[in-house]
């Protein structure tokens, strides 16, 4: 089986919804992992959209998607290649707060249990390494088809993009670029 992905790479200081904005670029959304047609001119356009298995294990026509330009410290943390040394002090300092708050909060009840933690904590930071904070980094949303998208589609959602104004409660996503990714899913059937 082959299918497209059409990507939209983000820069990781904006978050937006990839069911909204897979809404706004093809008119296509989902519900209950079946596609939905929320605007029927732009939808038509897109006739060849498909659903994939998101993250979360749910048919869905877009997802959030690995962003080659970054990676993840693995506590939250976003950085471009080059500044591995920034990106492990801010793992190491995550751990060491994450177990001063568990001290903090367990030190009345059980200041064992309290301590404990907070030394565990603190010699999992002391021990982190370059090669533990090499995570890939979803800040791209990724826009799943049956076929190639066309050239004509291709510029469409480019253009939709750059017009895309989120819910309230999300910035305005930066732009870094588009690309094309394509699947194949191969099987190998054996007599026996």
């Given at each position: 089986?082959?299918?497209?992905?059409?990507?939209?790479?983000?820069?990781?200081?904006?978050?937006?919804?990839?069911?909204?904005?897979?809404?706004?670029?093809?008119?296509?959304?989902?519900?209950?992992?079946?596609?939905?047609?929320?605007?029927?001119?732009?939808?038509?356009?897109?006739?060849?959209?498909?659903?994939?298995?998101?993250?979360?294990?749910?048919?869905?026509?877009?997802?959030?998607?690995?962003?080659?330009?970054?990676?993840?410290?693995?506590?939250?943390?976003?950085?471009?290649?080059?500044?591995?040394?920034?990106?492990?002090?801010?793992?190491?300092?995550?751990?060491?707060?994450?177990?001063?708050?568990?001290?903090?909060?367990?030190v009345g009840r059980?200041?064992?249990?309290?301590?404990?933690?907070?030394?565990?904590?603190?010699?999992?930071?002391?021990?982190?390494?370059?090669?533990?904070?090499?995570?890939?980094?979803?800040?791209?949303?990724?826009?799943?088809?049956?076929?190639?998208?066309?050239p004509e589609q291709?510029?469409?959602?480019?253009?939709?993009?750059e017009s895309f104004?989120?819910?309230?409660?999300?910035?305005?996503?930066?732009?870094?670029?588009?690309?094309?990714?394509?699947?194949?899913?191969?099987?190998?059937?054996?007599?026996?």
């Amino acid at each position: 089986m082959t299918y497209w992905g059409f990507v939209i790479d983000i820069a990781p200081t904006t978050v937006t919804d990839s069911t909204d904005f897979c809404a706004h670029l093809t008119g296509w959304s989902d519900d209950a992992e079946c596609l939905v047609v929320v605007d029927e001119e732009l939808s038509l356009q897109f006739h060849n959209i498909t659903s994939q298995r998101d993250s979360k294990g749910y048919l869905r026509p877009s997802d959030v998607f690995p962003n080659p330009s970054y990676l993840n410290n693995g506590m939250g943390f976003i950085y471009k290649t080059g500044e591995e040394s920034l990106a492990l002090e801010k793992k190491k300092q995550s751990l060491i707060d994450y177990g001063k708050n568990i001290f903090n909060s367990y030190v009345g009840r059980s200041p064992d249990y309290a301590k404990s933690e907070k030394d565990r904590f603190e010699a999992e930071a002391a021990s982190q390494t370059l090669d533990t904070i090499t995570f890939e980094a979803y800040t791209s949303i990724i826009i799943y088809f049956a076929s190639e998208p066309t050239p004509e589609q291709t510029d469409i959602m480019k253009s939709r993009a750059e017009s895309f104004v989120p819910a309230e409660y999300y910035q305005k996503p930066i732009i870094e670029g588009f690309r094309l990714v394509k699947f194949v899913e191969t099987q190998e059937i054996r007599a026996v």
